[in-house]
T-cell receptor, first 111, second 113 residues
Framework: RKEVEQDPGPFNVPEGATVAFNCTYS??????FFWYRQDCRKEPKLLMS???SGNEDGRFTAQLNRASQYISLLIRDSKLSDSATYLC????????????FGSGTKLNVKP | DTEVTQTPKHLVMGMTNKKSLKCEQH?????MYWYKQKAKKPPELMFV???????INESVPSRFSPECPNSSLLNLHLHALQPEDSALYLC????????????FGPGTRLTVL
């Protein structure tokens, strides 16, 4: 079983839509959780860290559910510029500070 | 400053060449990483250095040889590569702390002929 699993998509949505991605992780001892955004042929860039209490940054909201071992990312009022691949990343300090990546979810926002 | 720099941006090499990729960060991070990324796939971990010591080698072939000369620098020495090694090579750094974030450099796009 993979450490981190994501739906690869693609999610094709119109501008202005609300879209949500989920990601599940297998190890209950995982400590830190992140969403990264990666544009085509560019490096991953941190979008948000995910905290137990949930956190919001403008149109983006991240949630963590430890009991069910999943994290989510909600994007409201989608913009064309949100089109990218969104990577779910879990930090495994129990394993020498190794970060586990999901396969990424592709989002296409259409005019 | 959350910058990780990598050189060169692009590299084309033959299968008999020896080349090196370089990575630098000045954020005081004590963990540094090399990843390989193929198109439409997530980054794949190759090596992790923690406090300048190699802590993880993900069974990478010996034609890839990492080096961490000091806490700010990370090199990846390449020798006798194969065409299937063509990929984007990403360097990243983080603190060795459970809550810390990993920051990526822009990558080196490597083509092996």
């Amino acid at each position: 079983r993979k450490e981190v699993e994501q739906d690869p998509g693609p999610f094709n949505v119109p501008e202005g839509a609300t879209v949500a991605f989920n990601c599940t992780y297998s190890n209950s001892a995982s400590q830190s959780f992140f969403w990264y955004r990666q544009d085509c042929r560019k490096e991953p860039k941190l979008l948000m860290s995910v905290y137990s209490s949930g956190n919001e940054d403008g149109r983006f909201t991240a949630q963590l559910n430890r009991a069910s071992q999943y994290i989510s990312l909600l994007i409201r009022d989608s913009k064309l510029s949100d089109s990218a691949t969104y990577l779910c990343v879990v930090n495994a300090l129990y394993n020498f500070n190794k970060f586990y990546f999901g396969s990424g979810t592709k989002l296409n926002v259409k005019p | 400053d959350t910058e990780v720099t990598q050189t060169p941006k692009h590299l084309v090499m033959g299968m008999t060449n020896k080349k090196s990729l370089k990575c630098e960060q000045h954020m005081g991070h004590r963990a540094m990483y090399w990843y390989k990324q193929k198109a439409k796939k997530p980054p794949e971990l190759m090596f992790v250095y923690s406090y300048e010591k190699l802590s993880i080698n993900e069974s990478v072939p010996s034609r890839f040889s990492p080096e961490c000369p000091n806490s700010s620098l990370l090199n990846l020495h390449l020798h006798a590569l194969q065409p299937e090694d063509s990929a984007l090579y990403l360097c990243a750094s983080s603190q060795v702390a459970v809550t810390d974030t990993q920051y990526f450099g822009p990558g080196t796009r490597l083509t092996v002929l």
